[in-house]
C-alpha cells in the first residue's frame, strides 16, 4: 500500500494488478504488475517501488502507467512490504522471528546494495511503511502492527489491527492506512 500524496495505491485482491483508488474506495486507475505476486508498494515522491513474490524475489520501480523504470534483486527470498525512507528503500521478508527470510534490509535504490540489515519483530510480515519518523509494519499473525526504529530495529511501539489479514499499511502525513488481504476495506488509525 502506497501514498502517492493524493491517492492511495493497493495490491488489487483480484489478480496482478496495481490499483490507486481515492478515499471512498473507488479504483481510478489499474495497471498491470510487471510479474506475477505482487506484493509490497511504496512512493518515493516520482513513481512506485514494486515487490514481488514466490520465485520471482525482484523490486521494480514503476511510472503511474506501470512502466518499469529500474528492477533490483531482492535481498530476501519472498519479499513483501516497502517503505521509502529519506531516499533510501527499505523491503522486509515474510517470515520473521528468528527465521532468516524475516529481515528488514535498508537498500541503496540506485543498486540495491544492502546498507543496513535487522531482524523483524512480525511473523508473516506483509506491509512496510514509514510515518515520517519510525518503519511501520503489519504481520498477518496476530493481526500486528508495529512501530520500527529504522536505524536500529527495535520496535518503539506494537499492537492489533481489527483487519483479518492485514497486508499494506501507509501513512498520509496524518493517519495510518492498513488494508486487508482477505476483505476489500482499509483501517485507519490515528497513531501518536
Given at each position: 500500500?502506497?501514498?502517492?500524496?493524493?491517492?492511495?495505491?493497493?495490491?488489487?485482491?483480484?489478480?496482478?494488478?496495481?490499483?490507486?483508488?481515492?478515499?471512498s474506495g473507488n479504483v481510478l486507475t489499474e495497471i498491470s504488475s510487471p510479474q506475477q505476486n505482487p506484493r509490497g508498494l511504496t512512493w518515493d515522491g516520482q513513481a512506485l517501488w514494486l515487490?514481488?513474490?514466490?520465485?520471482?524475489?525482484?523490486?521494480?520501480?514503476?511510472?503511474?502507467?506501470?512502466?518499469?523504470?529500474?528492477?533490483?534483486?531482492?535481498?530476501?527470498?519472498?519479499?513483501?512490504?516497502?517503505?521509502?525512507?529519506?531516499?533510501?528503500?527499505?523491503?522486509?521478508?515474510?517470515?520473521?522471528?528468528?527465521?532468516?527470510?524475516?529481515?528488514?534490509?535498508?537498500?541503496?535504490?540506485?543498486?540495491?546494495?544492502?546498507?543496513?540489515?535487522?531482524?523483524?519483530?512480525?511473523?508473516?510480515?506483509?506491509?512496510?511503511?514509514?510515518?515520517?519518523?519510525?518503519?511501520?509494519?503489519?504481520?498477518?499473525?496476530?493481526?500486528?502492527?508495529?512501530?520500527?526504529?529504522?536505524?536500529?530495529?527495535?520496535?518503539?511501539?506494537?499492537?492489533?489491527?481489527?483487519?483479518?489479514?492485514?497486508?499494506?499499511?501507509?501513512?498520509?502525513?496524518?493517519?495510518?492506512?492498513?488494508?486487508?488481504?482477505?476483505?476489500?476495506?482499509?483501517?485507519?488509525?490515528?497513531?501518536?
Open positions: 500500500m502506497a501514498f502517492d500524496g493524493k491517492y492511495l495505491w493497493v495490491v488489487c485482491s483480484d489478480g496482478d494488478k496495481i490499483c490507486q483508488i481515492d478515499w515487490s514481488v513474490d514466490w520465485g520471482k524475489d525482484g523490486i521494480y520501480r514503476l511510472d503511474t502507467t506501470g512502466k518499469v523504470l529500474k528492477k533490483l534483486p531482492s535481498p530476501t527470498h519472498q519479499p513483501s512490504g516497502l517503505a521509502w525512507v529519506d531516499g533510501a528503500l527499505f523491503i522486509v521478508g515474510t517470515h520473521g522471528e528468528g527465521s532468516p527470510y524475516g529481515n528488514i534490509y535498508k537498500l541503496y535504490p540506485e543498486t540495491g546494495r544492502v546498507l543496513l540489515k535487522f531482524q523483524s519483530p512480525g511473523d508473516r510480515n506483509e506491509g512496510l511503511g514509514y510515518d515520517g519518523k519510525n518503519l511501520l509494519l503489519v504481520s498477518s499473525v496476530g493481526s500486528r502492527f508495529y512501530r520500527i526504529d529504522p536505524t536500529n530495529g527495535l520496535t518503539v511501539e506494537q499492537g492489533r489491527t481489527t483487519l483479518p489479514n492485514p497486508t499494506g499499511i501507509t501513512w498520509d502525513g496524518k493517519k495510518v492506512w492498513i488494508s486487508s488481504a482477505t476483505e476489500d476495506r482499509v483501517q485507519v488509525l490515528s497513531l501518536q
